[in-house]
Nanobody, 122 residues
Framework: QVRLVESGGGLVQAGESLRLSCVAS????????MGWYRQAPGKQRELVAT???????DFADSVKGRFTISRDNAKNTVYLQMTSLKPEDTAVYYC????????????????WGQGTQVTVSS
């Protein structure tokens, strides 16, 4: 019913920047919170940043001052601008939408994308 597709990952050197995008498609009426999470090998998935429909944001301490999050509600798209990347930012980055109110009624509590790999070399 609802699909999230991430793009923009890749391999960069420490200090460089990347911009991730995530587009939500399907029977969407509205999305409350969109965000990014990441999971490094051998570690649990962790919050990176979230943004509500009113553009209230929240960031993990480890990325504050380096990452920014934005969204285009009309396009159901969320962006993550990552600057001053560090090797410890290496992970699979997942887009999340929660909850998703469906056109025609009903809602989905939590929707995840497939993930996009970000690798930062030292």
């Amino acid at each position: 019913q609802v699909r999230l597709v991430e793009s923009g990952g890749g391999l960069v050197q420490a200090g460089e920047s990347l911009r991730l995008s995530c587009v939500a498609s399907g029977r969407i009426f509205s999305i409350n919170t969109m965000g990014w999470y990441r999971q490094a090998p051998g570690k649990q998935r962790e919050l990176v940043a979230t943004i509500t429909s009113s553009r209230s944001t929240d960031f993990a301490d480890s990325v504050k001052g380096r990452f920014t999050i934005s969204r285009d509600n009309a396009k159901n798209t969320v962006y993550l601008q990552m600057t001053s990347l560090k090797p410890e930012d290496t992970a699979v980055y997942y887009c999340n939408a929660a909850p998703v109110v469906l056109a025609g009624g009903g809602y989905l509590t939590n929707v995840w994308g497939q993930g996009t790999q970000v690798t930062v070399s030292s």
